[in-house]
């Protein structure tokens, strides 16, 4: 199993950041996986952003949940995560990561900066 990420690497502030994460050798749909964001500021630690599970079942981090969404293509296999109102806080690396039966699967990350 592979993903991959792909959006913009600048995004200004006040606008929403979209990024794909695309899922090559398993459907999104198999049964038990969690489809997961997640990123990593500058200097700091992992934050978990949120999931969309293989029914399309969503759960977010609360301190951002008022700013996320996350949708899936299941024609194209893919998961799609939007943050809205950017700030220069947003910035990091963004991973994709899809997780079965204790097994995880990440995307090399991309490097999201937000500034004017």
């Known amino acids: 199993v592979q993903l991959q990420e792909s959006g913009p690497g600048l995004v200004k502030p006040s606008q929403t950041l979209t990024l794909t994460c695309t899922v090559f050798g398993e459907s999104i749909t198999a049964d038990y996986y969690y489809w997961t964001w997640i990123r990593q500021p500058p200097g700091k630690g992992l934050e978990w952003i949120g999931y969309?599970?293989?029914?399309?079942?969503?759960h977010f981090n609360p301190f951002l949940e008022s700013r996320t969404s996350i949708s899936r293509d299941t024609s194209k296999n893919q998961f799609t995560l939007k943050l809205s109102a950017v700030t220069p806080e947003d910035t990091a690396v963004y991973y994709c990561?899809?997780?079965?039966?204790?097994?995880?699967?990440w995307g090399q990350g991309t490097q999201v900066t937000v500034s004017s």
């Open positions: 990561y899809g997780r079965e039966a204790g097994v995880d699967y």
């Open positions: 969309i599970t293989y029914s399309g079942t969503l």
